[in-house]
């Protein structure tokens, strides 16, 4: 039992040391680059994306939650009545930070 439990984790530790720092960054990128677009072009998409994410089973809410933590919680603050200034304000924040907190080292020289 050790050794499948070892096995498991050595592989999932060496999944997530390559997708976090190279997939994750692009994956993000894509998704803020997507949503920006949405906000300027069509907005009806983000309220469309909003309303499947809300119709999914409550454990299939959770994992998109999940992963994609940042983008939907930029979704919620864009369908909230707060002004629109602080709505957008928000959410540029919240996308520079993600992208941001997902570069690689080297690039930021941390």
Same mark, same amino acid.
Do not use: K
């Given at each position: 039992?050790?050794?499948?439990?070892?096995?498991?984790?050595?592989?999932? @530790?060496?999944f997530?040391?390559? *997708?976090? /720092?190279? =997939? !994750?960054?692009?994956?993000?990128?894509?998704?803020?680059?997507? &949503?920006?677009?949405?906000?300027?072009?069509?907005?009806?998409?983000?309220?469309?994306?909003?309303?499947?994410?809300?119709?999914?089973?409550?454990?299939?809410? @959770?994992?998109?939650w999940?992963? *994609?933590? /940042?983008? =939907? !919680?930029?979704?919620?603050?864009?369908?909230?009545?707060?002004? &629109?200034?602080?709505?957008?304000?928000?959410?540029?924040?919240?996308?520079?930070?993600?992208?941001?907190?997902?570069l690689?080292?080297?690039?930021?020289?941390?």
């Amino acid at each position: 039992m050790d050794a499948l439990i070892e096995t498991l984790a050595t592989g999932l @530790g060496s999944f997530l040391g390559f *997708f976090v /720092p190279i =997939v !994750a960054p692009f994956i993000f990128a894509i998704s803020w680059a997507a &949503f920006a677009w949405a906000l300027i072009a069509s907005q009806g998409s983000l309220d469309a994306t909003w309303q499947w994410i809300r119709n999914l089973p409550l454990l299939l809410q @959770g994992v998109v939650w999940l992963l *994609f933590l /940042p983008v =939907v !919680a930029g979704l919620w603050i864009y369908e909230t009545t707060w002004p &629109f200034v602080l709505r957008i304000l928000l959410i540029v924040s919240l996308g520079g930070w993600n992208i941001w907190i997902f570069l690689p080292r080297g690039i930021l020289g941390r």
